[in-house]
């Protein structure tokens, strides 16, 4: 039976018209995830979990070339333990999950599923480092963490079990611990840039928006089409914050105690839904050939009779591209246009169309998902030209992000200006005093948005007033809504 595609199976919402809706068809009908029975926990499938592996992948070669080295610590986390460090149980307490009964017996003590490790990881840390001689210590785990307190789960961008790293370094000076925050954001860069195309903006987090415990938290910063800004990949410099409630000492050169200073950072399974949002049209995926475990999908077009010679050719060329990791669809019972559209929708970044009358010239027809653009290139020139079709569709996907990033952020130091943006799902750059309190009026104001982090670039700032309270700036400030 020759199938048509059913406008059903693609997606009917429009990016542009209805974001929440477009982004939840994507998600679904390209197979990315899907909702389990657990309010607020997704499914990964493999479509997405196979990108998951490979950032994981290009992370932790980085890591090693950095000397970080990879452990695991357990997910349970015993009550007095994740109490010790007051600053972090009160920022962290409404998102804990607890286990309190295991079968017919109650505990004599809560368990604490793991929202983040610093609990149960530093107990250890604390027996481990006696001496200078035992730092640097920097460990990595790759886990899952639940946090189960919020409001409108978003696959991706907002669930209660997520996936992410966690690195945990202990070291003998600060000096030590802010170089490794350098070293730590070039790799996070390096991985979102150059591989998921996502141009972001690097900025340190303001007093009230910081990680609890930590001296300062910075943070990458990504904007989506519906204007809400993604927070990525992290770095907090935690001083000696928990090296002093867990009691991380070491023995200096000279023979004298010192507490330890220390760092966490993080990747996520957020940035998965950071890249779908910012790549992906109205026929679905786009994903970055970088990152795309399958790169091509061949397309034979079939006749009585000429398919055989048609499909011989087509399975040459899947041996031949073996190293691109093609799809051969050979199914006989859908036809191409079907094919075009189901493939669209998945997000395979080339599509390699190939019948009887390319079979005669010796050349197949090749089909960028960006932007549709064909392109007739010889069979035996197929190795030679799609590497560089490759490495020209990643630049572009990543110049069209960054369009997308700098056109939705604007400065501005009038109150009135600052509101109508927000409402206009824009990111503003504002000045702003280093009160709590004014971040609290902003976000009531504007009906949920808040100061994301202070601006890398503050040198014009003196003179300005706060736009909210009208006493002296202290810095520029991003202010927007986030998920």
Request: charge should be positive.
């Amino acid at each position: 039976m020759d199938k048509k595609i059913n406008s059903q199976e693609g997606l009917t919402a429009k990016k542009e018209d209805n974001f929440s809706e477009w982004y939840q068809q994507l998600i679904l009908k390209s197979n990315l995830a899907d909702y389990s029975s657990v309010s607020g926990c997704i499914i990964l499938r493999p479509e997405s979990y196979l990108i998951w592996e490979k950032i994981v992948q290009e992370c932790d070669k980085e890591f090693k070339k950095a000397g970080i080295k990879n452990c695991y610590f357990p997910l349970f986390i015993p009550e007095k333990a994740f109490e010790k460090e007051k600053e972090h149980v009160e920022g962290f307490s409404p998102e804990v999950a607890w286990v309190t009964q295991a079968g017919n017996t109650k505990l004599n003590e809560k368990l604490a599923i793991r929202p983040t490790s610093e609990a149960i990881m530093y107990e250890s840390y604390s027996k481990w480092i006696r001496s200078w001689r035992d730092l640097p210590l920097r460990y990595n785990q790759w886990n899952n963490v639940v946090r189960w307190e919020f409001n409108n789960p978003v696959p991706f961008f907002r669930t209660r079990e997520f996936l992410w790293n966690e690195g945990h370094s202990v070291f003998s000076s600060q000096k030590e611990a802010l170089e490794e925050g350098r070293q730590i954001r070039k790799i996070y860069e390096k991985i979102a840039g150059e591989f998921m195309a996502l141009p972001g903006i690097y900025g340190r987090k303001t007093e009230k928006e910081k990680f609890a415990g930590a001296v300062f938290s910075e943070k990458l910063h990504y904007i989506i089409p519906n204007g809400r800004v993604i927070e990525g990949p992290c770095f907090h410099h935690d001083g000696q914050n928990f090296a002093k409630a867990y009691s991380i000492k070491f023995l200096n050169k000279a023979g004298k105690e010192e507490y330890a200073w220390q760092n966490t950072y993080a990747i996520s399974t957020r940035m998965l839904g950071t890249m779908f949002a910012v790549h992906s049209d109205d026929k679905g995926l786009v994903i970055p050939p970088k990152i795309a475990d399958n790169k091509i999908v061949i397309i034979p077009i079939l006749f009585d009779k000429t398919k055989e010679k048609v499909l011989k050719e087509a399975k040459k060329i899947e041996k031949e591209l073996s190293e691109f990791s093609p799809i051969l669809d050979d199914r006989e019972d859908y036809s191409p246009g079907w094919k075009f559209s189901s493939w669209e929708l998945k997000g395979i970044p080339l599509r390699i169309e190939i019948g009887p009358r390319d079979l005669e010239k010796n050349q197949v027809t090749i089909v960028r998902r960006t932007d549709s653009k064909k392109s007739i290139v010889g069979i035996k020139s197929l190795k030679k030209e799609i590497p560089k079709m490759i490495e020209l569709m990643q630049k572009e996907i990543y110049s069209k992000a960054e369009k997308i990033l700098n056109s939705s952020i604007k400065k501005t130091e009038n109150k009135k200006e600052f509101l109508q943006l927000i409402k206009s799902k824009k990111v503003a750059v504002v000045p702003m005093c280093a009160s709590k309190k004014c971040e609290d009026v902003l976000k009531d104001e504007t009906e949920g948005a808040k100061a994301l982090f202070i601006s890398p670039e503050n040198n014009s700032v003196k003179g300005k007033k706060c736009v909210i309270c009208g006493k002296p700036a202290d810095y520029w400030v991003y202010a927007g809504k986030t998920y």
